[in-house]
């Protein structure tokens, strides 16, 4: 079970103890199994865990001061990458920003689970009009096209500038793009 309510924050010393415990192996009918389930982030658990966080950990200083304080994720409705992205930023006192693909709202989908938590964690979920999964870059340019509030979002692909050029002024700031699921 999550623990939002005493949800880690970052420390060096907690991130190192944590980060570098080693995954129990055990035996299961004469096989050996690595328990990446066991590695968890007050109840966010997951292989895919130690890795967003070891990359957010690796940048962060680039993120800090070059990204607005933010990161991105572009992940599918069922994917645990939008809860998983958005308890890293939230360990690390990171913004987040989540694109998810739009459905109709009369489609019911009990996969949408993931995105709930990722708002749970304070991160701004945006469903984008992108017709073909094609990344986050198409992405980035349909919420470009949408959005016409103040907020300092903008995604980006691996890396990000400090800002770029559009008709409404350079208030987008570009976020770093985090992609658990494709290795660091």
């Known amino acids: 079970m ?31 199994v690595k ?61 987040c920003l989540v694109t998810v693909p739009h459905y109709p709202d009369h489609i019911k989908d009990s996969y949408r689970v993931n995105v709930s938590l990722a708002q749970k964690f304070g991160a701004k979920v945006y469903g984008v009009g992108n017709p073909n999964i094609s990344g986050p870059e198409l992405d980035a340019k349909k919420l470009d096209e949408w959005t016409t509030s103040n907020e300092n979002y903008c995604p980006t692909s691996q890396k990000c500038s400090r800002s770029r050029d559009n008709s409404r002024g350079d208030r987008w700031k570009w976020f770093v793009y985090v992609r658990c699921s494709n290795g660091l």
């Open 35 to 95: 328990r990446d389930d066991k590695f968890n982030l007050a109840g966010v658990s997951g292989g895919k865990v130690r890795q967003c966080s070891k990359l957010v950990y690796d940048n962060l200083d680039h993120i800090l001061n070059e990204c607005n304080g933010g990161i991105l994720t572009a992940a599918g409705i069922p994917s645990p990458q939008s809860c998983i992205t958005s308890a890293v930023a939230k360990y690390f006192g990171l913004k």
């Open 2 to 32: 999550i623990d939002f309510d005493n949800f880690p924050t970052f420390s060096e010393e907690h991130f190192q103890t944590w980060t570098n415990e080693l995954t129990p192996i055990e035996e299961h009918k004469g096989y050996l």
